[in-house]
């Protein structure tokens, strides 16, 4: 076959990852302009070093406590799929029980239904807990997901059968068998899962918004759309936070984006 | 093996993940149902009203509008599919260097918060000092004011959805591009087939499973916009009237104007919409998907 060029590729790439990047940027350099920078026509497009503004959100907003909400709520709820859903899927896969067919088909039930069905019955939930405003309130409902446990399911699925069986034969236990011989398998499944529960959680703001409206108990979604109404037009302070507020989730997909495309591309392919 | 331990073991693994399903999904989705029948009260409890709340919103502007702006945004951002088609096609060229960092470019709108995207987004869509404007302005173009205009928010917000999709899709669609065996291209290159030709004849119609999948996902995601129309468009500008979608209405209902029982309603007039046009997708997908 003959080798093609890829110079071509590579110029309309370069020219929609610009496309990509370009607001990102604009974020950055708006970030470290001052006020009446921020807002001159025609624009200026060089930062003004205005360092101060990264201390001002600070100040302006309980961003710090924000953070750590966020922190908190997004191991938690990873942690928790991570468990719940390898435990549920590892059954699904693995074991044989009667109604098992159905149960799962309930599964994929429950993900179809838009997330909106959820939210009123969920508040009245939080509410009779006494867990408005609360962090476990965000935590909670985020630890059971269907999703997860469809994904981990196909990954048990594609591991081989005489590896439990020959390990059942040497008298394991289902949970023996789970821990020490599947679970590390199936731990390019676990990352993928991992990434992606950590961006939802990391950036969900409809529920966040919904069942948590003191500012302090806040995650960093909530705390940026709440700092919009607050000042209105002060873009530099703002963006400082959304800097803030994107950035660990940034890092993590840089570190670990082979994992996290690999995971999307298995359940895509075989969704 | 013994098979009642098997039993008991599955149903004790399941147990966790089941009951939490039960209680934050099944419950709140029958819940629903319910409420959508039921009026709140003003001291708290429901009152049952049957299908009045549907009756209501069958005739109420605000729905419609909702109704359409959502249809009108979802059409959009599945009109931008066939640019993740490309991206994946170039990303899939034989021998093309830097896969890796292209992706991550690409895929960044997808890992960043919505908050952070849609404030940015809604700094450059702005009408006197917005970078958009500027550009066009350099071009002879006099841009509107975009998200204080109710005829133009909803692309503003459409182009800010396709953006941030892209990257999701195109990943999904290299994984197809991968999957087709080179064989078919080697035989067309016999054939003396062009690569434009290979593409139309051997890529798209062998891409068409995921380009199903992808489109039925982006719809289903674009039906339930909410993120982005809150981020970009505040609350009191004239624009929320050409951009407010069914989940923003929701959210209104239910959360603002505290009526939960019409708020429900509301949801499940989603889920039907979700559902009616998922069905339809299916259906029409014997006419355009090939299966190996």
Not at chain 2, 96 to 115: C, E, Q
Request: net charge neutral; with cysteine.
């Amino acid at each position: 076959m003959s080798k093609p060029r890829t110079w071509p590729a590579h110029v309309f790439l370069a020219a929609g990852a610009l496309v990509m990047l370009a607001p990102f940027a604009w974020q950055l350099v708006v970030s470290l302009q001052t006020l009446p920078d921020s807002l001159r026509v025609p624009p200026k497009f060089t930062p003004s070093w205005q360092w101060s503004n990264f201390a001002d959100v600070f100040r302006s907003v309980p961003l710090a406590r924000q953070f750590l909400n966020t922190v908190v709520v997004t191991a938690a709820v990873t942690a928790g799929q991570l468990l719940l859903c390898s435990l549920a899927a590892f059954a699904f896969a693995r074991l044989r029980f009667p109604g098992r067919g159905a149960l799962f088909l309930l599964f994929l039930a429950v993900l179809m239904v838009p997330g909106e069905l959820f939210l009123i019955p969920r508040y009245e939930i939080m509410q009779g807990l006494g867990w408005l405003n609360s962090l476990q309130a965000l935590i909670a409902p985020g630890v059971f997901g269907a999703f997860g446990t469809f994904m981990l399911r196909q990954f048990f699925l594609s591991l081989p059968r005489e590896l439990d069986e020959a390990a059942s034969i040497d008298g394991a236990s289902p949970l023996q068998i789970y821990w020490h011989i599947l679970l590390p398998l199936v731990r390019p499944g676990l990352l993928a899962l991992g990434m992606l529960t950590v961006m939802w959680s990391w950036s969900s703001l409809l529920w966040p918004l919904v069942v948590n409206t003191d500012p302090e108990m806040m995650t960093l979604s909530a705390g940026l759309a709440s700092l919009r109404g607050q000042f209105l037009t002060n873009f530099p302070i703002l963006f400082a936070g959304s800097v803030v507020a994107s950035l660990p989730v940034i890092v993590l997909f840089a570190v670990m984006q082979r994992q996290l495309i690999a995971g999307i591309a298995f359940t895509g392919s075989k969704g | 093996m013994h098979s009642r331990r098997e039993w008991a073991w599955g149903y004790l693994l399941i147990a966790p993940m089941a009951l939490g399903l039960a209680v934050f999904y099944l419950w709140p989705i029958a819940q629903t149902l319910y409420l959508s029948m039921t009026e709140s009260g003003v001291f708290g409890g429901y009152t049952w009203v049957g299908t009045a709340n549907f009756a209501d919103l069958f005739t109420d502007e605000e729905m419609y509008g909702a109704l359409g702006n959502t249809l009108l945004y979802s059409v959009l951002v599945l009109a931008g599919v066939p640019l993740s088609i490309v991206v994946a096609a170039l990303l899939n060229v034989p021998g093309l260097r830097g896969l890796s960092i292209y992706r991550t470019l690409y895929f960044l709108p997808v890992v960043t918060m919505p908050a952070a995207v849609g404030l940015t987004w809604s700094y450059l869509f702005n009408g006197d000092f917005g970078a958009i404007n500027h550009v066009l302005g350099t071009v002879g173009i006099d841009g509107p004011y975009w998200l204080g205009d109710p005829d133009f928010a909803i692309y503003a917000i459409a182009v800010v959805g396709i953006w941030s999709s892209i990257g999701y899709n195109a990943v999904l669609f290299l994984a197809g591009l991968q999957g087709i065996p080179r064989h078919y291209y080697e035989a067309a290159e016999i054939d003396g087939a062009g690569r434009l030709r290979q593409f139309f004849r051997i890529t798209l119609p062998l891409l068409t499973p995921t380009t199903f999948f992808v489109v039925v996902i982006t719809m289903i995601n674009a039906l339930q916009v909410f993120d982005l129309v809150y981020l970009m468009i505040d609350l009191k500008s004239p624009a929320l009237e050409g951009s407010r979608t069914i989940v923003y209405l929701f959210y209104e209902t239910g959360f603002v104007q505290n009526q939960r029982g019409l708020a429900a309603a509301i949801a499940v007039i989603l889920l039907v919409l979700i559902l009616v046009l998922t069905a339809i997708q299916f259906r029409l997908q014997k006419k355009w998907v090939h299966y190996e």
